[in-house]
Each structure stands twice: as C-alpha cells, then as structure tokens.
C-alpha cells in the first residue's frame, strides 16, 4: 500500500505541470514520453528488444558459459542441446555464446556508425540549410554524389579498398549513412531557417554557430534520432553483408553475419549455424524499426 | 531628443533586375518616449520599415540614426541591443523546444551580462507572469501568456526602443486589452520609445502619440493622437481605414440615407 | 421585410463532447437559437465554441465528436436524423460555408471558372458554353473587375478577397437558403473587407435568405450583423438586437465592449476582463 501510494505520488509530480524546477520540467517531458511508449505495443516490443539487446551485450561474459573462441573438435557441429543450446560450430565452438558476443559487435558497430554519421550529416546538412547559397550547392553536390551509388556497392568498395577489419567495417558504412541524414537535416533545417524565433536571436545578435546548435539542433534531433533508429537495421545489414563476404569483422572475432556465413557450407547438415544468427539479424533489425516508428510518434515536434 | 531618425529610408528586396522596392524614400524622427505608429493595408511596406529599423532587412539605402548613432548595414552587438522586436505570432517567435528561462538566458549569454537568473526573475515579473514560468515550455502557454514571454525576450537586454510588429492582432479582445495596458506601462516605467505596426487605427490611437498611414510604400499623412480622435485628418484613405476600425459600414443604409433627405 | 419571422432553423439545447485521454471535454452545451431571415452574429473569443456550433449545423463535427440535441431543424430537414446522404445533398446547395481561407474550400487542381461552371451545371443543367458565360455573369455579379482572366486562374493564384468573392458567386448559383459564415473577412484588409461584406450583404437581402456570421471582431459584427449571439467556454451567455449591443447585460459582454480601444471613446487604459467562475453555471 505504501509502495503504491509512492508511485502515484510520484506520477502525480510527473504529471503535473506547476512545475518548480527546470529539472522536474524536464523529468516531466521524459516521463510523458515514457507513457506514450507504453502506449504504443508494437513501440514498447521493439524498445524491449533493443533494451535486451544492450544488456545481453553489457553481460557477455556472465550470460555465456561457454568461451566463444575455445576450439575443440571432438565436439564439432553438434546438435542444439542442453548443454549447447543453439549447438556448435565447425570448430567444436558454442554458437549460443558466440552469438552473445555477436551482440556486442553489432551494438559496437551500430553505435559507433551512428556517433560518426549523426554529427557529420547534421553538420553538413544543417551547414548547407541554413547559410543557403554557393554553400548549399558545393555542399548537397557532394551528398548527391555519395547518394548516386548502391550503399552496399559503395561500402564494399570502402572496405575492399581499406582493408578488411571491423574499424574499417564502420568507416565504410559511414560513409553510406552520412548523405540522407545530411539531406534530412537539410530539409529540416529550411523548414524554421525563417521561423520567427530564429529570426529574434539573430536580432539578438546570435552567431551562425549558436543558432546551429543551440536552435536547430533541438528542433532536428527527433527526427534525425528516428531516423537513425530506422537506419539502424540497415546498418546492422550492411554490417552482416559486409561480414559474410569476409570484409567485416575477421575471425575468430563473433558476428552475426560472419557466422552465418561460415555455417553456409554445412548448411544441409547444421542448419543452426546459419538459422540462429539470421533469427538475430532478423530480430534486431526488425526492433529497430518497430522502435523508430514509434520514436517518430512520440518525438515528432509536429505532434507537440 | 529624437531617438529615431530616418532620412530617406528606402528599402527593397532582391537583387538587380527584380528587385522590388517596398518602401520608397520615406522620412520621420521619433523622439525619445513617444510611440509613432505605421499604419496600412497588408503590403504598404509597414513591416518592412520595422524591419529595416531592427536590423532584419539589410537591403536599405538613405540614413538611419538610432540613439544619436547612425546605423550602418551591419550592426554591432550593442547596436542590435538598442532596439528590439516583438512579432506578431506568439506561437511561431518562442522556440518550442526552449523552457522560457531557456528562451529569456538566450540573449544574456549573447551579450555576456551578468546577474542572469536576477535579470529573467525581473523581467517575468515586469511582464506579470510568475516566476516558476520559466520551467514551462511555451506549448503550456496560453496566447497571451507567450505574447508576455515575447515581449519579456525583447525587454531582457534593455533596450531603449521596441518595435512591435501587430502584437495583439493574433489575441482574443480581451488578452489584447491586458497586452495594450502591459506595453502603456512599460513605457511609463522603463522610458521606453515605441514603433507600432498595426492594421487597426483604434489600437494606434489608443497607444501612439502620433501615426503615419502607409499606401503602397510610403506615406501619405502623418497624423496625431488628437487628429485621428477629433476626426480631423486630412487624407481620404486615413478616413477609409477609420471608418473600418469601426466596422462595416451598409452601402444600402448610407444610399437610403443619402436618398432620404431629398 | 414581411417574410422576418420565418424561421429556417431552430436548434435546441445543443451540446458538442470530445472524448479525449483525460475525459470527455464540452466544446458546446445546451446552445439553443434560432435563424430566420436575418444576418445573425455568433460573437466568442477563442475556444467558445463559436466555430463548433456552425460545423455541428452542417453536420462537419470531427468524427469523434458527440452532437446532442433536442431539436435541430432546417426547415424541412430534420438535422438530428438525416442521412449522410441526404446531408450531401444539403450542404453548399441549401446550407452553404463559408470559410477564413477560401483556398481551403476550393479545389486546388481546378480553374476557378471550371469549378463555378460546374455548379452551374449541376444546378442549371446547362451545357458547358452555356455554363460559362453564366459563369462570367456571375463573378461579374461579385464586382470581379475582370472574369475573364479570373475565370482561368488556379486558386493559388487569387487573393483572400478575391477568393471570397469566388465563394459568394457560387452561392449565387446554388441558391442556399442559409449562409454559414466563419470568419470570412478576418484575414482581408480593411477596404477588401468592405467589399466583400458588402456583397454579402446584398445577396442575403436579395435573396431574403439567413446567414449566420461567426466572428471575433465585435464592431464588425455590431455593424453588419442583425442580431447578435454571444458566446463564452461553449455557452449562449446572451442574445441581443445589435443595435442594443452597448446595452448588453451579461458581464462578459459588457467586459468584452469595455476591452475594446475605441476611435470615439477614447480611454487612457483599458478595462481587463475579469472571468467570472459564475459564467459557466447555467
């Protein structure tokens, strides 16, 4: 009784909007948002996955018994059992940790694409939007130029030429993502570049950085958050596409796409070693894009 | 002691062939307290001026001397300082992602003032909204609420001059009463001059000392307080908008009347 | 002037309910008027209802909208329980809308001389040719200067006033017997909006017809309307001659007329009104 009378008195707080400080306004908005994802069904089991996602990664090494890298060939493409649940791999390793590992590069890649991509595309975008110009034109040149390829050609052609490996993995993939985040922002940006209240700060003498940051960001960083959220699965793709062929993460590092594409040449005898890693790909991809639709109900500042 | 004064002011925009000039060779001084208005129809080039004034349109040639400083194409910060806008849409000229303490801290970290969280608790109170306004966001705001927060943005840098840009034409009649009385007693307290825009010759007249009407770029009378509340102004179309601040006027009644007596 | 008691419609304790996340919201309680043929005048600030009682006539309520009433009635039709289709048939050709922004009204991949000259055929069942020159009569009819030219043009590409004319030559045509107008002036300039009301005028003479004029502006609506409804947080608070408007009783009304700055009764401030929580039981 007392630990619910706690809770609605820490909705009502929440709720309220006589509020007494900047941090309780704040608090209330997340709060506010919080609810409307809960709402939102398919919202809230996409958020569940990605949240599992994250500490499935962050508890690796306690959530696996198994080590993902020991080799033991006595026990060789084995069936899913009890004691390997999703079974082994050619090498005798357990594909169910391996594939909790693979949860960490995923997560490292998506969210080391993502913390290039955004500022960048932001910054040329917004950049472009805002001065217009001669600007604008040398600056979406270059995003068209980027855009005009296939973006699964084009990170190939990144990765191949730097090198296989997992940093360059990300490198080439940003490269891929930057050009529509960069238009989005642009587009954005155009829409409140004669906004009244852009206008009063310039009167007020606000420099074309702080109106950058501290006006346009805020207004943009909805939809570039949803939009990074949808890309996020195409990341994940790209990431695995770029694994199967051999130009991602390397051996005997754990992913996704580089385990299905090992298990491919036994696949009529050990289907698991290509099916688990694809339900994964699958789900995680799929969470992302659930998650991001319901990011844009939530945080689109035309709804609020 | 004038604290506006334009000589020849003339402003347009574009460039080269199709540049449209909106306001052609226009002349006032407005002295230090008063409030001069600008009144016209939608495209006289009212706003324009005001925004020629606030430094928004760069586009201008003739003199402009504000404060006994003449003002160039490009301001200094304490130039910009001098004077400040108020718009007319109070939901498109607040940020709506900015709490208003947010909103009102904006301009002090521009102009590097100290004392920051002293100056927005005086202006909030200047402008009669409470204190713990300042954690809203401007979408918990009414109207009239956000037209205070507006005008408190504009007073936070004090500056000597407000240019109003039809500040109650988006309120309800009763809201544009308090926002009326509001800018009356700022400038009784803060010795503040005004340059109001509006469309409606009895708000002009109930705030401004003396009003010049706009046609199509320039003026064509200026007239007083007394002029416009005595019914003595000169110009036709000065009388033409008078008569349509008080509503509309029956062109069958005033024929039937005109009939009548002959 | 004989025909003045006639009634065209008479709505009775009329409510409008939004449900909404935190229960359901009253946007219009128990309204109840009257139209006969008269220019009558739905005065309110924002958020009265004034807007919703004149969609709740025409039946244009939003989809989740709960209307009540004990009687609607538009001369012959019973609004309460007529069809969606019969209400098609009504709307623009009995009760006729007219809106802030014509542009919204007019269909945007359409001339306006196409879009007259079809109502025209519609209800003249004329031939195109036939159609068109009744068309150029019509926008003709509302001072249009040139309907030549206008004919051709894309709604984009007229002004408000314009725009508003284009509306009133429909309703030439289609002949309503009610006018519902909702702010129709309130984005022209002043001697636009002269014009504009003045053509109204005439055509509800004419016609001996009803017009209900929803407005903010209280001098506009004193001066043009007949008789005048004022509104406040969804109720009827008063109803008044608008010649008699300065002897108005209720306080809000009263409150109203004394936040107005005036050009002839000049006052150094302006009296603020004071909302009475009482206004809002009856």
């Known amino acids: 009784m007392a630990k619910s009378g706690t809770f609605s008195n820490l909705h009502d707080w929440l709720i309220s909007e006589e509020f007494t400080s900047a941090r309780q306004a704040r608090l209330h908005s997340i709060y506010l948002a919080w609810l409307s994802l809960l709402a939102n069904p398919l919202a809230f089991a996409g958020f569940a996955v990605v949240f599992l996602l994250v500490v499935v990664a962050a508890l690796a090494p306690v959530i696996a018994f198994h080590d993902p890298f020991t080799q033991d060939f006595a026990i060789a493409l084995q069936a899913p059992s009890s004691v390997h649940w999703f079974g082994t791999d050619e090498f005798g390793r357990d594909v169910f940790s391996r594939l909790i590992y693979g949860a960490r590069t995923t997560l490292y890649i998506t969210i080391l694409v993502t913390v290039i991509v955004a500022p960048i595309g932001f910054v040329i975008g917004a950049t472009a939007g805002y001065l217009g110009g001669w600007v604008d034109v040398v600056l979406m040149r270059i995003t068209d130029i980027f855009l005009s390829f296939p973006s699964l050609v084009l990170a190939l052609a990144f990765s191949a030429a730097l090198g296989p490996g997992i940093e360059n993995a990300v490198i080439a993939i940003a490269l891929t993502v930057w050009p529509p985040i960069a238009r989005l922002a642009r587009a954005e940006t155009l829409t409140f570049r004669h906004a009244d209240f852009v206008i009063a700060a310039e009167l007020q003498g606000a420099g074309t950085g702080r109106i950058l940051l501290r006006h346009i960001v805020p207004l943009c960083a909805p939809s570039i958050i949803v939009r990074l959220t949808l890309n996020m699965s195409s990341i994940i793709l790209t990431a695995a596409g770029l694994g199967f062929l051999g130009l991602g993460a390397q051996p005997p590092m754990a992913e996704w796409g580089a385990m299905a594409a090992s298990g491919r040449q036994y696949l009529l005898d050990a289907w698991w070693l290509t099916t688990v890693p694809g339900i994964a790909i699958l789900t995680v991809s799929l969470a992302f894009n659930l998650l991001g639709d319901g990011l844009r109900d939530i945080m689109d500042p035309r709804n609020g | ?262 | 002037m004989a025909n003045t008691s006639d009634t065209i419609l008479t709505v009775e304790s009329m409510s409008v309910e939004f449900p909404t996340l935190s229960g359901v919201t009253t946007a219009v309680r128990d309204v109840s008027f009257s139209v006969g043929r008269e220019k009558i005048g739905i005065i309110g600030e924002s958020g009265s209802g004034k807007s919703t009682t004149g969609r709740a006539i025409m039946r244009l309520q939003p989809p989740q909208a709960i209307v009540e009433a004990s009687r609607m009635q538009f001369e012959d039709i019973d609004l309460l329980t007529a069809t969606e289709e019969e209400m098609r048939a009504i709307r623009g050709r009995r009760i006729a809308m007219i809106l802030q922004d014509p542009k919204y009204s007019l269909n945007p991949v359409m001339t306006v001389g196409e879009q007259i000259s079809e109502t025209v055929i519609l209800h003249e069942r004329a031939t195109p040719k036939e159609a068109r020159s009744r068309t150029l009569a019509m926008l003709e009819r509302v001072n249009i200067r040139d309907p030549e030219r206008v004919f051709d043009l894309y709604p984009h590409e007229v002004s408000g006033g314009m725009g508003q004319r284009i509306m009133i030559s429909m309703m030439l045509i289609a002949q309503p017997s009610l006018i519902i107008a909702d702010e129709p002036t309130s984005a022209l300039d002043v001697t636009v909006r002269q014009q504009v009301l003045s053509i109204l005028d005439d055509l509800v003479v004419e016609r001996n017809i009803g017009l209900i004029f929803i407005s903010h502006d209280l001098n506009l609506v004193r001066s043009f309307c007949d008789r005048v409804i004022i509104m406040y947080a969804g109720r009827v608070v008063e109803t008044i001659a608008a010649a008699d408007l300065d002897q108005a009783q209720h306080p809000y009304t009263r409150g109203l007329l004394n936040a107005l700055p005036s050009l002839d009764n000049p006052k150094d401030r302006l009296e603020v009104l004071r909302r009475d929580p009482a206004w809002l039981e009856n």
């Open chain 2, 1 to 262: 002691m004038s604290m506006i004064k334009a000589h020849h002011l003339a402003v347009s925009y574009g460039h080269g062939e199709a540049a449209l000039k909106v306001v052609k060779d226009v002349s006032f001084e407005v002295q230090k307290g008063e409030t001069f208005g600008l009144v016209g129809e939608s495209g006289c080039g009212k706003s324009t001026i005001l925004g020629a004034l606030a430094g928004r349109n760069k586009q201008w040639t003739g003199t402009l001397e504000i404060d006994g400083e003449e003002i160039g194409q490009k301001r200094t910060r304490s130039q910009l300082a001098k004077q400040q806008l108020v718009f007319q849409d109070p939901f498109g000229s607040i940020h709506p992602r900015h709490t208003i303490g947010r909103t009102l801290l904006e301009p002090l970290e521009i102009h590097g003032k100290d004392r920051r969280q002293e100056r927005i608790e005086k202006v909030l109170t200047d402008v009669g909204l409470p204190l713990n306004f300042r954690y809203r966001y401007p979408h918990q705001l009414s109207g009239g609420q956000r037209q205070r927060v507006a005008i408190a943005r504009a007073l936070i840098l004090e500056p000597k001059i407000l240019l109003l840009d039809e500040p109650t034409s988006a309120l309800d009649v009763s809201i544009q009463a308090e926002i009326l009385n509001l800018l009356k007693d700022l400038r009784e307290r803060e010795q503040l001059t005004y340059i109001l825009v509006s469309h409606d010759l009895a708000v002009v007249a109930h705030l401004c000392d003396r009003v010049a009407i706009m046609q199509s770029g320039g003026f064509v009378e200026v007239a007083t307080r007394q002029q416009l509340l005595e019914n003595t102004v000169e110009h036709p179309y000065t009388r033409i908008l008078m008569d349509g601040s008080r509503g509309y006027v029956s062109e069958r009644r005033k024929s039937d009347s005109a009939a009548l007596p002959a």
